[in-house]
T-cell receptor, first 113, second 114 residues
Framework: GENVEQHPSTLSVQEGDSAVIKCTYS??????FPWYKQELGKRPQLIID?????GEKKDQRIAVTLNKTAKHFSLHITETQPEDSAVYFCAASKEIAGNKLTFGGGTRVLVKP | SAVISQKPSRDICQRGTSLTIQCQVDSQVTMMFWYRQQPGQSLTLIATANQGSEATYESGFVIDKFPISRPNLTFSTLTVSNMSPEDSSIYLC???????????FGPGTRLTVL
């Protein structure tokens, strides 16, 4: 089955700096890669996703890149703000209706003011 | 997306008892899933709740321990049976609204077993 590795497990950045989280996956058939943000005591929220037919996607201060050959994808947060402090999870699945998501281990991001 | 609710939001239970968690969506969805999130950990899929048929369980999870129902396209239940302290966790349902893989999560049920 699919295996998703996520690094780093914790990340501390100064407000205004950039943060990068990297994930690798094992199943070359995976073609859908979402990212979730989970604030303390809250549900995971989908913040951005990318499908295998594109290499990069951007939404305001967040962007995701995908390298299918190397089987890795990354989340980039620019101009970090204290409200970006949360746990971020990457996931992978095949783009089939009802196909399960396999999650990475999570990255705890702390943005220091 | 969809509005997803879960009941109860939290509970404290005695070992050996069972708890049923409800997940309600405000619109019909194609797929519903149940996850477990142990303290400080990632999300682990327990099973896919299939409408009108038996749930599909992931490795390490069995129907006798986690029976699931999905009587229609907007509702599902997960029962945690014969609980032990190791079952203390957050249980989340998620839904796939359309056939596009985007999954949205319910608020979760925080279970503590004493």
């Amino acid at each position: 089955g699919e295996n998703v590795e996520q690094h780093p497990s914790t990340l501390s950045v100064q407000e205004g700096d950039s943060a990068v989280i990297k994930c690798t996956y094992s199943d070359s058939a995976s073609n859908y890669f979402p990212w979730y943000k989970q604030e303390l005591g809250k549900r995971p929220q989908l913040i951005i996703d990318i499908r295998s037919n594109v290499g990069e996607k951007k939404d305001q201060r967040i962007a995701v890149t995908l390298n299918k050959t190397a089987k890795h994808f990354s989340l980039h947060i620019t101009e970090t703000q204290p409200e970006d402090s949360a746990v971020y999870f990457c996931a992978a699945s095949k783009e089939i209706a009802g196909n399960k998501l396999t999650f990475g281990g999570g990255t705890r991001v702390l943005v220091k003011p | 997306s969809a509005v997803i609710s879960q009941k109860p939001s939290r509970d404290i239970c005695q070992r050996g008892t069972s708890l049923t968690i409800q997940c309600q969506v405000d619109s019909q969805v194609t797929m519903m899933f149940w996850y477990r999130q142990q303290p400080g950990q990632s999300l682990t899929l327990i099973a896919t709740a299939n409408q009108g048929s038996e749930a599909t369980y992931e490795s390490g999870f069995v129907i006798d321990k986690f029976p699931i129902s999905r009587p229609n396209l907007t509702f599902s239940t997960l029962t945690v049976s014969n609980m032990s302290p190791e079952d203390s966790s957050i249980y989340l349902c998620s839904v796939e609204v359309t056939s596009g893989n985007e999954q949205f999560f319910g608020p979760g049920t925080r279970l503590t077993v004493l």
